[in-house]
């Protein structure tokens, strides 16, 4: 297939497109700049400029979105958050409107966030939105995708947990401290991390794309989430470090703000809907999960 793909220059989109290749895919990436874009893509990808350079589309990616883990949030960043996501994807759902021959999948990126804080509550797919700013924004965000099936295009939304890989995003933040032997819980380490291998939300990525009857909601999360403590302590363990040294709430709230919500509360969301349909997880459970990233 040629698949077109927007984030594709991030922390899960450049490793999507090694697998896609691997599969035998074509790949086009929409990026705001081509030449910076280079270095973090294979070179067989094709890198565009503008929505209207695609041509022979045949399935999308939609990963685009301005992180919200970088800062403390305010007015500016909060519509950054929403333009990058719901922008982006009204612009692609007008984009296959306007083609005579339109794409036949459109896998479009949401996160857990979708949920908003629950506690103890296990979570399907089934489970009713939060309504905290973050829920919000990805009800949202979800709605622009949906309007592609009005275009008989098959559309599937992931819903993406806390994706462990040392290249970034969480675990990379976490790996300096716990190595130095300084990590441990955040506030009171309850809060439900719904986490998954980066190398299983490619692969479900992927499977979604090739998959004909698939459609809807998906949780981009491994089938055992953990506490926040028990996390820090499977973490501490695969080090050989002690993590007991905890990082007070207020002190989140301090540095972060509203932002320190997401680190303080959690959801515990279960793939309900990828294990009815078939998808294998290579790494259910966590332990398994940290030794293979951590390995070397």
Known sequence: ???????????????????LLRGGHTLSVLTRDPDQGRA??????????????????EAVVNLAGEPLMAGRWNAVRKAAFRDSRLGTTQALVAWMARQAVRPRVLVSGSAIGYYGPRDDEALDESAAPGDDFAAQLCRD???????????????????????LHPDGGALAKMLPPFRLGAGGPMGDGRQWMSWI??????????????????????????PAPVTNRDFARTLGKALHRPAVLPTPAFALRAGFGEMAQLLLTGQRVLPAHA???????RFPGLE???ADLLRG
């Open 1 to 19: 297939m040629h698949v077109l793909l927007t984030g594709g220059t991030g922390f899960i989109g450049h490793a999507l497109c090694d697998h």
């Open 141 to 163: 965000w979800e709605t622009e995708a949906m309007r592609a099936e009005a275009l008989d295009v098959r559309t599937c939304r992931v819903r993406i947990g806390i994706v």
């Open 275 to 281: 294990l009815a349909e078939g998808f294998a997880f």
């Open 288 to 290: 398994d999960a940290l």
């Open 197 to 222: 291998h980066r190398d299983d939300l490619v692969r479900m990525i992927a499977w979604l794309l090739e998959s004909d009857r698939a459609g809807g909601a998906y949780n981009g999360t491994a």
């Open 40 to 57: 973090r893509v294979p070179s067989p990808v094709r890198l565009l400029a503008a929505l209207d350079d695609a041509r022979d589309v």
